[in-house]
């Protein structure tokens, strides 16, 4: 049997009517950039995370530089924000001149809590949390500690569309929450598509304007913006996976679930939630020493894997003036070494699922 590690097709013929139906509607309305399906969609993804205000973008990395930018963290300003994040975090800081701190990861991926203080300084201006492979952080103590030293908090939530903590969601926590809706992600456009929820009126006004070239009004700009706008053909669509966004991470949920209770191998271990934590399985991520041998395993037996991800931030050759070195963050340095993400897309087959989970085991 052959498994990819990830397939958009199995989710876009589920729905293939709705999308087809939608699609056409845009093509045939006249109207194809800031139009009603934005402002839809806009509308339905503030309800959905319970924020007060959403304003799309280009992409999950506009929605982060931009942010920054917008809360006014540039030159001079630290970051902090953990070692084991996507490379996209850290671009959104030092678009902007900004330098990242990093933070150890906790045993279940996210910003070890314990570690945030020792790394403030008078220049710490923002806590970039990332809820990785969508699992939400523990937002109750980072949330504290954002408000007795007085940062902004912006959350990185590109794998966590709908993951919770204490029941609250993930991006409704500070200052500004930052969405990617490339195909991959869990509510996935068929392109490259992005936004912010923020509950401040101003703030979500100053993105409105940001994104369409400072201007407010037309031909009178008040700002250097960018052109970070939404198209209305990707905003229709995302309407329709956002209409079924519940059903979805349900389907994702029951396969995280099978692969929890049947995975059973000495040799690594399951991914572990953090408590009052719910996760919409992005990713499902085990660890294991012998991960390449384990990959090359799963590789012969035609399952596709993929790490995410094998060179952290701090080691990347982009960062290289940042000055880490191989040892300077040893656990996240570890878990670039260990962690592997298994097959896990929705439409994915109950035989599949056996599939992955006997080779695992006979591993
Ligand atoms: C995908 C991703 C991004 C970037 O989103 P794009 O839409 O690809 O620009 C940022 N952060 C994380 C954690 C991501 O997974």
Redesign the pocket.
């Known amino acids: 049997m052959e498994i990819m590690p990830n397939r958009m097709d199995r989710g876009f013929f589920k729905y293939q009517n709705e999308f087809e139906a939608k699609a056409l509607e845009v093509l045939r309305s006249g109207w194809y950039v800031l139009g009603k399906e934005v402002k839809s969609f806009e509308e339905e993804f503030a309800a959905f995370t319970g924020a007060k205000y959403c304003v799309s973008l280009?992409?999950?990395?506009?929605?982060?530089w931009i942010a920054f930018r917008i809360l006014g963290i540039g030159a001079g300003d630290e970051v902090i924000v953990q070692g084991n994040?996507?490379?996209?975090?850290i671009?959104?800081i030092t678009i902007n001149g900004a330098t990242p701190v990093f933070v150890e990861p906790d045993e279940s991926f996210g910003i070890d809590t314990e570690k945030i203080e020792e790394k403030i300084t008078s220049r710490t201006k923002a806590v970039l949390v990332?809820?990785?492979y969508g699992m939400a952080s523990r937002m109750d103590k980072i949330v504290q500690i954002c408000q007795k030293h007085n940062l902004r908090l912006v959350e990185?939530?590109?794998?966590a569309h709908g993951a919770c903590f204490e029941g609250k969601m993930t991006g409704t926590f500070g200052d500004v929450g930052?969405f990617?809706?490339?195909p991959?992600?869990n509510l996935g456009a068929f392109g490259?598509?992005?936004a912010v929820v923020v509950n401040d009126e101003q703030l979500a006004k100053d993105f409105r304007i940001f994104r369409n070239y400072g201007s407010e009004k037309r031909y009178y700009n008040k700002t250097v913006g960018a052109n970070s706008r939404l198209d209305e053909i990707q905003a229709g669509l995302l309407r329709v996976r956002l209409s079924h966004i519940q059903e979805l991470t349900e389907e994702k949920n029951m396969i995280a679930a099978r692969y929890s209770t049947e995975i059973q191998n000495s040799k690594f271990s399951l991914p572990l939630l953090v408590k009052g934590a719910t996760c919409v399985w992005?990713q499902y991520v085990i660890r294991c020493h012998k991960r390449d041998d384990l990959m090359n395993y799963l590789n012969e037996k035609g399952i596709g894997t993929i790490i995410h991800y094998p060179i952290p931030p701090h080691l990347s050759e982009a960062y290289q003036y940042l000055g880490y070195k191989h040892g300077s963050l040893p656990i996240t340095e570890n878990f670039a070494d260990t962690v592997l993400s298994m097959p896990m897309y929705n439409g994915m087959k109950t035989e599949e699922q056996s599939y992955v989970i006997d080779a695992l085991n006979s591993f």
């Open positions: 280009a992409s999950g990395l506009d929605a982060l994040t996507y490379i996209a975090s671009m959104g990332v809820h990785l990185d939530c590109a794998q930052c990617s809706f490339y991959s992600k490259d598509a992005g992005h």
